[in-house]
């Protein structure tokens, strides 16, 4: 059933986003978050637009370097594609959205959770910020909304799932309830609100524009 945005951010008050740890400084320094698609362009390297990535790929932009992260969990020999997409159309429709985990203060919903025990190893930064914040800085972008982890394929009852162009809509048109919602989007770059804060390595969540001025230290594993 469709919602409001202020029903969404009443049910789920905070969103949380994974990225890996080497790009925190440049997200310090801008508080942008960018598509893949988008950092793909800027490095140059178009063969990763609709590859799947079966391991972290580092980008080189503007003299720094950007990682994104693998997505092994894409299983596609799991998903029955519909509106004649092809494999390269979903990943590269993926790549066009930057994603986020709704949650509580206390962390993301179980999928989200489930996401960040499988990249423990390898020491994500997670980043937790209000939903009325990130909804307000982003005014001019319409949020979208996902009933699945779409970048995590598997089978129902032994059947691929279907996903298609319909994978992503905006509250007026979700055909769920706001409690079914699994992930928030956005089809473009976010800007970060002031009150975006990372969970640093002694379990405190420390606001963003503190790591600008530190250096980011508090994060190293």
Request: aromatic share 10%; glycine share 8%; charged share 20%.
């Amino acid at each position: 059933m469709p919602f409001t945005l202020s029903q969404f951010t009443h049910f789920r008050p905070y969103l949380y986003h994974v990225t890996e740890r080497s790009n925190l400084r440049r997200l310090a320094r801008s508080h942008v978050m960018e598509p893949a698609a988008e950092l793909i362009r800027r490095s140059g390297r178009h063969e990763w637009l609709q590859r799947r990535r079966t391991g972290a790929v580092p980008l080189e932009i503007d003299g720094e370097t950007v990682v994104l992260k693998d997505q092994q969990p894409l299983i596609l020999a799991n998903v029955a594609l519909t509106g004649g997409w092809t494999a390269e159309d979903f990943v590269g429709y993926l790549n066009q959205h930057v994603f986020f985990w709704p949650g509580t203060a206390t962390g993301p919903l179980k999928q989200g959770a489930r996401l960040l025990g499988r990249y423990e190893q390898t020491g994500p930064v997670v980043l937790r910020m209000r939903t009325e914040d990130i909804f307000a800085a982003n005014s001019h972008h319409a949020p979208l909304f996902s009933p699945f982890n779409s970048g995590a394929l598997r089978k129902q009852n032994g059947l691929p799932v279907a996903r298609g162009p319909d994978l992503f809509a905006p509250a007026h048109r979700f055909p769920r309830t706001a409690g079914n919602v699994v992930e928030v989007t956005f089809r473009s770059a976010v800007h970060l609100p002031g009150t975006t804060c990372v969970a640093t390595s002694n379990g405190i969540w420390t606001p963003l524009n503190e790591l600008q001025i530190e250096g980011a230290a508090a994060l190293k594993g």
